[in-house]
């Protein structure tokens, strides 16, 4: 897992987890993992790029309520945003209003 090594947002890990992917397959669990490392940080760039890889994989993007749900998916992000815990100088204990809110799945 790329989250556990520390490495989430490495880009040739990502390359080299696409290829395994086209070679070995695995799609059934991906979009879920990805959701996960969004759960731990929005701003992973690396992640919103795998979640697109594999929806082009996966999915028929030219589909309207494929397309739409995607829109949900980000807007709910967008509107929910969670502090991202590598950056956020703010100590551990935080008010309520600044917790970790998790994006919601828009499946």
């Known amino acids: 897992m790329l989250s556990e090594s520390g490495d989430a947002k490495n880009y040739h890990?990502?390359?080299?987890?696409?290829w395994v992917l086209r070679t070995f397959g695995g799609w059934e669990?991906?979009?879920?993992?990805?959701?996960?490392?969004?759960q731990e940080d929005?701003?992973?760039?690396?992640?919103?790029?795998?979640?697109?890889?594999?929806?082009q994989?996966?999915?028929d993007?030219?589909?309207l309520?494929?397309?739409r749900g995607e829109v949900a998916y980000a807007l709910r992000c967008a509107t929910h945003p969670r502090p991202n815990p590598r950056r956020d100088p703010r100590?551990?204990?935080?008010?309520?209003?600044?917790?970790?809110?998790a994006?919601?799945?828009a499946r």
């Open 103 to 105: 994006c919601p799945h």
């Open 29 to 38: 669990d991906e979009l879920a993992y990805v959701e996960e490392l969004l």
């Open 13 to 18: 890990a990502w390359g080299h987890r696409q």
């Open 61 to 63: 993007l030219t589909q």
């Open 65 to 67: 309520d494929v397309v």
């Open 91 to 101: 100590p551990a204990s935080r008010p309520a209003s600044h917790a970790a809110v």
């Open 42 to 55: 929005l701003r992973n760039n690396s992640a919103w790029n795998q979640r697109f890889y594999v929806l």
């Open 57 to 59: 994989n996966t999915q």
